[in-house]
């Protein structure tokens, strides 16, 4: 399985589309950043066939240290992004 980097893919969507590196790379990385913004205030992304981006709340919760097993940690409770795939997605993974 290989790792599809932002290089790889600015590369694979010019050659695809005939387009010039630089203007992938300005659109991707405005997509990104104008995701990455809306997520930080709290929106819900949601792009038809593809999925949903939400921010969740994880409760906080006691881990282990592996080497002292005996003493609790308290996990804070934390935000975090959540994905989930559309139909179209889910059928072409399975």
């Known amino acids: 399985m290989a790792t599809m980097t932002k290089k790889k893919l600015i590369q694979n969507i010019s050659q695809v589309r005939g387009l010039h590196p630089n203007d992938v790379r300005n659109v991707i990385q405005a997509f990104l950043d104008a995701m990455t913004e809306s997520l930080s205030q709290g929106d819900r992304l949601e792009f038809r066939d593809f999925g949903v981006f939400e921010i969740v709340e994880r409760k906080s919760k006691i881990g282990r240290n592996p080497k002292n ?11 975090a992004v959540k994905f989930t795939p559309g139909k179209k997605m889910k059928k072409l993974i399975e």
């Open 69 to 79: 097993a005996g003493v609790p940690i308290v996990i804070p409770a934390r935000k």
